[in-house]
């Protein structure tokens, strides 16, 4: 059973920037693919960023890509988002995901947004951008 614990959330103004991680415990950890979703306030949770168990496949929502950057320390068991240029759409509940991989990388972008394929979650951390 795999216990992830994410960190670094909290209360920025447009235009700075934030780092999420997520730490991982109970598991192998390069064995899983990992992923970064959110959900405001009525909304559906929807994907931000993925990453493959080798980090040689890397995807992003269309409404964050140029601006975050995902990356992974198999050594450490953590991955990270990295949030620059936030905005106030961004202001989100931040949840990281494992799911099982079987290959070393799945090319298949849509695989990575399958939210409910996820084998793990963690609690999640607040990220709110005020105008």
């Known amino acids: 059973q795999m216990q992830l614990v994410e960190s670094g959330g909290g209360l920025v103004q447009a235009g700075d920037f934030l780092r999420l991680s997520c730490a991982a415990s109970?598991?192998?950890?390069?064995?899983?693919?990992m992923g970064w979703f959110r959900q405001a306030p009525g909304k559906e949770r929807e994907f931000v960023a993925a990453i493959s168990r080798s980090g040689t496949h890397i995807y992003y929502a269309d409404s964050v890509k140029g601006r975050f950057t995902i990356s992974r320390d198999n050594a450490k068991n953590t991955v990270y988002l990295q949030m620059n240029s936030l905005k106030p759409e961004d202001t989100a509940v931040y949840s990281c995901?494992?799911?099982?991989?079987?290959?070393?990388?799945?090319?298949?972008?849509?695989?990575?947004?399958?939210?409910?394929?996820?084998?793990?979650w963690g609690q999640g951390t607040q990220v709110t951008v005020s105008s």
């Open positions: 109970g598991g192998t950890f390069s064995s899983y693919a």
């Open positions: 995901a494992a799911r099982i991989s079987y290959v070393r990388s799945v090319i298949l972008r849509s695989w990575y947004e399958e939210r409910d394929k996820y084998d793990y």
